[in-house]
């Protein structure tokens, strides 16, 4: 099938082995809830988070350290930070997202608000395009992905192909931070 977001030929999802190894070491959830699940929704979270921080840790020990993400306290909207190094540049950019009310059977929309227009395989306000890619594979391991797959399995890849190509074209640029 032809990809709509970036017209690649795409006959299976294919999984290399350095996915598999990083998707093996992230704790897969078990808590079929979302937002409106109340009690339930708390169980998963605490999952959620769990996966988040071992999907962390094992970054940090593999020296492969790349977003940071918090929630409001009823962790329904995510906002954090995402980077890309580049040329030993860093490209920094805020992530954003919030948890549809049908999730975990819908995945959330992933947003680098910043990069809004700069790329054709992004949606209206910055979200990633993730349907021919990711969407398919969320759906067949529900209720087992969280925000941690996404992350490891929506964004990264995403940034992987996508930064470097902004760069080339001059649509990113490297801003130095201010101390």
Not at 157 to 171: C, H, N, S, T
């Amino acid at each position: 099938m032809i990809c709509q977001c970036c017209s690649l030929l795409h006959t299976t999802i294919m999984v290399d082995d350095a996915t598999r190894k990083t998707l093996s070491n992230i704790p897969l959830l078990k808590t079929k809830a979302g937002p409106r699940d109340k009690d339930a929704w708390v169980t998963r979270l605490k999952e959620e988070y769990q996966a988040l921080i071992k999907y962390v840790q094992n970054n940090k020990d593999a020296d492969n350290d790349w977003f940071r993400l918090e929630s409001n306290k009823e962790g329904t909207k995510w906002f954090g930070k995402c980077w890309y190094i580049h040329e030993l540049l860093k490209y920094e950019f805020e992530i954003e997202f919030d948890i549809p009310v049908t999730y975990p059977a819908t995945a959330p929309e992933i947003a680098l608000p910043e990069l809004d227009g700069k790329t054709a395989k992004m949606y209206r306000g910055g979200r990633i395009c993730l349907t021919d890619h990711f969407k398919p594979l969320w759906a067949r391991n529900v209720p087992r992905f969280g925000i941690a797959h996404a992350m490891a399995l929506g964004l990264g890849p995403w940034l992987a192909v996508e930064i470097p190509d902004m760069i080339q074209r001059g649509v990113v640029t490297y801003v130095e931070k201010k101390s």
